[in-house]
């Protein structure tokens, strides 16, 4: 079965620094890994498709990498607006679609 | 400016059914693939349903499968899902998502435009 782990599942930063997260997947899924983030009560945001192509209107210092099995999401000059949480996502898999656990972003 | 508006959620005994409306507007609703997203109170999201632009193919996450039923109206730019036996644990916030690519493959899609969600509770 398809697995997908994101890590850590929280993580404390200080304004202005820059911090990674990371999605492992059981099996490659080339680079067919999004980036979301979602504010309390809010819905998810689109940020990063396709690994690393940087959706429209989303700011530069958010950064994908990545490709097979390991894919990172990297946010550097932590700004307020960022603390909150991050989910990845796979597509064209088994199944379909599957997002990871979640990582809470906090402020130190 | 995409818009996608959810209704039809609310309270709902274990072993009912509800039926789930997304209203879409602001982009050409026939020519995006279409998904449904749930997310349970203090969760993460799940992947719950997708179908294709022209309405001739879809999925489901294997938790739903045979008990919810994604489909669309493209002339009246509405995606639904039907909820059918449904338990305490579909309790939860269900997302409509627009598909990025026009034309895409449903399967190989990202989610760039989401509503406000619908709240499903299940419960005696």
């Known amino acids: 079965d398809f697995q997908m782990t994101q890590s850590p599942a929280t993580l404390s930063a200080s304004v202005g620094d820059t911090v990674t997260i990371t999605c492992r997947t059981s099996?490659?899924?080339?680079?067919?890994l999004a980036w979301y983030q979602q504010k309390p009560g809010k819905a998810p945001q689109l940020l990063i498709y396709?690994?690393?192509s940087l959706q429209s209107g989303v700011p530069s210092r958010f950064t994908g990498s990545g490709s097979g099995t390991e894919f990172t999401l990297t946010i550097s000059s932590l700004q307020p607006d960022d603390f909150t949480t991050y989910y990845c996502?796979?597509?064209?898999?088994?199944?379909?679609?599957?997002f990871g656990q979640g990582t809470k972003l906090e402020i130190k | 400016q995409v818009q996608l508006v959810e209704s039809g959620g609310g309270v709902v005994q274990p072993g009912r059914s509800l039926r789930l409306s997304c209203a879409a507007s602001?982009?050409?609703?026939?020519?995006?693939?279409m998904h449904w997203v749930r997310q349970a109170p203090g969760k993460g999201l799940e992947w719950v349903a997708s179908?294709?632009?022209?309405?001739?193919?879809?999925d489901h996450a294997a938790s739903v499968k045979g008990r919810f039923t994604i489909s669309r109206d493209n002339s009246k730019n509405t995606l639904f899902l039907q909820l059918n036996s449904l338990g305490p644990e579909d309790t939860a916030v269900y997302f409509c998502?627009?598909?990025?690519?026009?034309?895409?493959?449903?399967?190989?899609?990202?989610?760039?435009?989401w509503g406000q969600g619908a709240l499903v509770t299940v419960s005696s």
């Open positions: 602001g982009f050409t609703f026939s020519s995006y693939a």
């Open positions: 179908m294709s632009y022209e309405g001739s193919d879809n």
């Open positions: 998502a627009k598909g990025t690519t026009r034309f895409g493959n449903f399967a190989e899609d990202c989610f760039d435009s």
């Open positions: 396709d690994a690393s």
């Open positions: 996502q796979s597509y064209n898999t088994s199944p379909t679609y599957t």
């Open positions: 099996q490659s899924i080339r680079n067919w």
